[in-house]
């Protein structure tokens, strides 16, 4: 047969052609991914990377809360979000933070020997900006937190000093570094028996900042004078792991 090269060279070809059509496309399906760390936005802007060149009729939000997010997409984008999901609405690491109070005058004197190394070092960095030389520590307290928590502190003349701590940017920690949003409150002394001559020092505000720590380090959060003294109050943090 003459033909028979020619007609097994054409099937040949139709076979191979056969080959590269294009499949279905893979359907679309509904999907609800509740959350219990994650924020529903950061886990929308996920998706929205994910679904990258789908259209917006196969790849959708269908609803958002700030706790659940139902969406409908292929297979394989639902496959990849439900992995990212897994991990990172895993609960962030916890962090122990260690706080000191301390009172602070221009008087002659030495940090208190209880302190470390480091928080010791802080006080003489900040003697040398400030003049402060006599420093008495007066309470301090360690917490362990994942985001935000509070202690109470003795303060000056039967005062209590709130500070609160919130940690930021956890997720994206780099470099074993923390930011820490630091808020003091005194709570005044208007309601304790006062000693004769003590100061009244009335409920206020004492500072509020944040600040950046590596693990380990220990650093003066701020300093703040006390009213009609020559003495002032200093916060000091320290990431202790």
Known sequence: MKNAPKILALTLALAAAGTGAAQPAEEAQR??????NLDATIAEALFWELCGAETSDRCRVLHASGSALHVMAPTAVQRRMASLVAE???LPPSYQLQVHLLSASRAPGEPPA???APA???LADLSSVLGYRRFELLDS?????????RVNLAGPAATRVGIVLELRDVSGLEDEKLVVQVGAVSEGNGRAGLPEGAPSI??????ETSLSLELGETAVVGTTRLAGADEALVLLLTAVR
């Open 202 to 207: 009335p409920a206020s505000n004492l500072l």
């Open 114 to 116: 209880a302190l470390s």
């Open 141 to 149: 307290g360690v917490v362990e937190t994942v985001r935000s928590a």
């Open 120 to 122: 010791r070092q802080a």
């Open 31 to 36: 999907r609800e991914y509740v959350f219990q």
């Open 88 to 90: 990172r609405d895993a």
